[in-house]
């Protein structure tokens, strides 16, 4: 597992000023832009991502010694747990607060980490790093068996709460707390996965996601609450 940490060349090489972060987005273009971030909005905000880069330095500091170690013993929960050996190409970015992470599984796996976007859940940082993780591990299963299969529709809401309902249950498989609890459909979430973890293997639950008859299965148990 490649791990690239372009927040120490940051940090050593570059200043909290427009020019000289304009540089930095420049140097790592390719993996900004294979991150899916615009390299022109990113220096359009940048008079606003320094202020706050200058109040959260020092959380990034502390965050950039933490996560590589974190990195490795959830990818170490995974073997253990699912007899997985995950391997993606990591990034540790600083960019313009919009991203956490992003995961791109076109050819090889690779998970990018905004390390400014982390500040906010800096108390939260293993709990976040395993969400990912987990994200990638339910996008590497369905990955070796749906490259011949289009029934899987990733942007469907029923889909995108069946996902995080499976992230749910791996993460209380894992013992690991799932850091987005606030959010406004969690308890859909949790009765979804209430509701189908005492039907569903954790393998079976993955495999759903392929099953286009999954839409009805969440439409009805998103239905019948309330």
């Known amino acids: 597992m490649m791990i690239s940490n372009t927040v120490n060349d940051f940090v050593n090489n570059f200043q909290l000023t427009v020019q000289s972060s304009e540089l930095y987005y420049e140097k790592y273009y390719e993996e ?19 202020t706050k880069l200058e109040t ?3 959380t990034i500091l502390k965050i950039n010694t933490k996560l590589v170690h974190i990195i490795f013993d959830v990818r170490l929960t995974f073997l253990k747990q699912y007899h997985t050996y995950l391997q993606p190409e990591i990034f540790l970015l600083i960019a313009n607060y919009e991203e956490e992470a992003v995961i791109q599984m076109d050819t090889q796996p690779r998970l990018y980490f905004f390390i400014e976007a982390l500040c ?11 969400y990912y993780f987990t994200k990638l591990y339910i996008q590497t299963v369905l990955n070796q ?6 029934e899987y529709t990733q942007d469907h809401p029923s889909s995108t709460l069946l996902e995080e309902a499976i992230i749910l249950h791996i993460m209380n498989e894992t013992n690991v707390t799932y850091p987005f ?12 996965e209430n509701k189908l973890s005492t039907q569903y293997t954790t393998e079976n639950l993955i495999n759903l996601l392929k099953d286009k008859r999954h839409i009805n299965i969440i439409d009805e ?4 609450k309330g």
Do not use: C, W
Not at 221 to 224: H, K, L, P, R, W
């Open 32 to 50: 900004f832009s294979d991150a899916g971030l615009n390299n022109k909005t990113m220096i359009h905000h940048l008079p606003n991502t320094i």
């Open 56 to 58: 959260d330095i020092s």
């Open 120 to 130: 906010k859940h800096a108390d939260q940082l293993y709990e976040i790093v395993a």
């Open 145 to 150: 068996t749906t490259r011949h299969n289009n």
């Open 181 to 192: 609890k606030q959010n406004n459909n969690f308890n859909i979430i949790k009765n979804i």
């Open 221 to 224: 148990i998103v239905g019948n």
